[in-house]
């Protein structure tokens, strides 16, 4: 074996929080329990049909068999455009969008564009830890920016110091949000895009989940504040909004400079999507609305079975109207790695610990609504059993598979 160092941006790493929650879960199967998994951000369902036929239709075409363009084919871009167009009412050119493998290829590689070792990118914690990561690769420092309960979740921009402003150049924000489920209104865009404008910093919006939302909200985009489109580029994705997490399909669109240098990295890094995959992407785009309807219901179907169950046990959280978790505070005060092993081992219910999107985290957990409402139900009587507070009374022992298959 030769002798094998690992670079400094990969040593400084700590394993993947999915990785390490992965291996977590593996254990407790390992022993018997039968987990409901709340842990990861994955949908639960299949891609609806007519995307999976699109795919396979797409794939039987020669033409979509060579290298696709590394900003997408025209195709796609149009229809990414259009849907900009219908779902929030923003002019945005199909030159103007760039296809993404994934939105979090995007979101990965777009601070190689802009960061200069000693540049500075303003970071939300608790948050999707590519932000941070990204930048660190790129050679950028990262100034964190809280995310508070008591601000509902908002950064509080004119907290952060001068100092930091002359060297800022990027800031990240994500509505609806993951971890934390809370929701940004087109108000809060707007002081964003003056505050950009005043700093020179580029916004990059994620708005993974921005069709994942309840009780008739529509979130809003941040292209439509008049002056984004000079300092903000927006990251999609198809993941959530269709569950096609699989297929790895996405895209930016906004501000055309940022756009263009993002296509610049990408084209010296990747070759584009599969076309096979845009071509299915752009049937979701087109005729996808009916799913999104149906995901949304049944997602608040869900959340609305969880929230029931966590106001009996008394549990904090903030009622979330987007995206498709909740951010509970753990009782008394319990450390999050702590209380997710106890809720894991005691009642076989995987969550994700608050720490994972960051120290901010702490004190925190994060629940998705990625099973079904019989098995959230059971997790609801299981939570109910279960002894939330460490010193009450002993806690049950495992839960052994006894739910029928058809449950999960
Ligand atoms: C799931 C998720 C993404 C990544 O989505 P892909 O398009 O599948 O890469 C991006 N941002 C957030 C906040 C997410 O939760």
Redesign the pocket.
Known sequence: MIKLELADRLKELPAYLFVRLGEMKNQALANGVDVIDLGI?DPDQPTPLHIRRALKRAVDHPDNLRYPSSYGMKRFREAAATWMELRFQVAVPPKDVVALI????G?AHFPLAFLNPGDITLVPSPA?PVYRIATRFAGGEVFTLPLLPEKRFLPDLESVPKTVLRRAKLLFL?YPN?PTGATADLEFFERVVAFARKYDLIVAH?A?YSEIAFDGYEPPSILQIPGARECAIEFH?L??TFNM?GF?I?FAAGCPELVAALGKIKSNLDSGQFQAVQWAAVEALENGGKDVRTIRARYQARRDILLQGLDHLRLEYQKPRGSFYVWVKTPGGMRSEEFVGRLLAEAGIMCAPGTGYGPEGEGFFRMALVVSEARMREAVKRMGKFSIHPTGPPAAASQKRAEPAAAR
């Open positions: 951000g994934g939105s979090k290829e979101l999707y994500n993951n994620d993974a994705s993941s959530k997490t790895r996405g």
